[in-house]
């Protein structure tokens, strides 16, 4: 859980070459595993990863919007949201 937590890119905001982009699971495995991602994801804090936080911001809107564009997309296609989908309330 931890592998696919970090693979995500937190820090970077998941834009890194890197940064997974799909996490692929049996039915079987599917719900611990998740419940696992999503306690480690709910300690992340946005903010500048400078001040120590585990996740930075996103500095240009146009990304910022793209990537709320692509979380619409897939509600509207039957996604299930797990965690997040909005833009923080306060600002760095």
Avoid at 60 to 66: G, I, M, S, T
Avoid at 70 to 86: H, M, P, S
């Amino acid at each position: 859980m931890a592998g696919a937590v970090n693979g995500m890119n937190f820090t970077w905001c998941g834009q890194s070459c890197g940064s997974t982009s799909r996490l692929f699971l049996h039915e079987s495995i599917h719900d611990r595993v998740l419940d696992g991602m999503m306690q480690t994801i709910q300690s992340y804090k946005p903010a500048s990863d400078r001040d120590g936080h585990q996740h930075g911001r996103h500095h240009l809107q146009a990304q910022h919007d793209k990537i709320l564009g692509y979380i619409d997309i897939g509600r509207k296609e039957g996604a299930k949201l797990a965690f997040g989908g909005k833009a923080p309330n306060d600002r760095c």
